[in-house]
């Protein structure tokens, strides 16, 4: 079965560096992966989707990288600030077009 | 305001009770979806559907059950909740499986605790 596989080891990071998250998938050609944010005690808030054939895609200090050969993306934070702290979520497309996620990777940036 | 809601957002019950999770959106959007979220875990898909009259198991065998009567309306109902079923239960919606780059829209979500 499909499989994802992010850090969980908590990342903690001075505020200014730049954070980077990775997640891994097996057993699985994806046509899309995306990222969320989930603060404490709430749902997931959507942040990028990037599609199989993108290499690459930004939104404002974010940027995302998906490479199917290493069956891998990067998600990175340029410039965190503390309000950045949250859990990031790695989530694929399955065969039935459906999401599943991964368990996640807490950010913690410290002032 | 485009928004999906849920409630109760907390609830604790004893065993055997029947309990239903309210889930709405205003968005208009045809698939909707239920995860289930144990904490410092991975959401699994429990239920979803396409559309008023649709729907569908997911990934995560449940007991529960859903319904679809109307677009914006997707509530979960539990006939006998048990200890087991005690965990966060997450609603979401979509305008599709995510080809148009949005993603998925979700709920704050109901702490469901059964003693």
């Known amino acids: 079965s499909q499989k994802i596989e992010q850090n969980s080891e908590a990342l903690n990071i001075q505020e200014g560096k730049t954070a980077t998250l990775t997640c891994n998938y097996t057993?699985?050609?994806?046509?899309?992966l995306q990222w969320y944010r989930q603060d404490p005690g709430r749902g997931p808030v959507f942040l990028l989707l990037i599609r199989e054939n993108e290499k690459e895609k930004r939104k404002e200090r974010l940027k995302v990288t998906f490479d199917t050969t290493l069956k891998q993306s990067l998600f990175h934070i340029t410039a965190s600030q503390p309000a950045d702290s949250a859990t990031y979520l790695c989530a694929l497309n399955n065969q039935g077009g459906k999401l599943i996620f991964g368990q996640g990777t807490e950010l913690s940036v410290k002032p | 305001e485009a928004d999906i809601y849920q409630t109760p957002r907390y609830l604790v019950i004893g065993t055997g009770k029947k309990i239903t999770l309210e889930c709405s959106q205003t968005?208009?959007?045809?698939?909707m979806y239920w995860y289930q979220q144990d904490p410092g875990m991975e959401l699994h898909l429990i239920h979803y559907s396409y559309g008023v009259n649709s729907t569908e198991k997911g990934d995560l065998s449940s007991e529960s059950t859903v319904s679809r009567i109307r677009t914006e309306h997707f509530p979960l109902t539990l006939e006998s909740a048990r200890p087991s079923h005690t965990s966060q239960y997450l609603c979401?919606?979509?305008?599709?499986?995510?080809?148009?780059?949005?993603?998925?829209?979700f709920g704050p979500g109901t702490r469901l605790t059964v003693l």
């Open positions: 979401a919606s979509s305008e599709s499986w995510g080809l148009a780059g949005v993603g998925q829209f």
């Open positions: 057993n699985y050609s994806p046509a899309y």
């Open positions: 968005m208009g959007h045809d698939k």
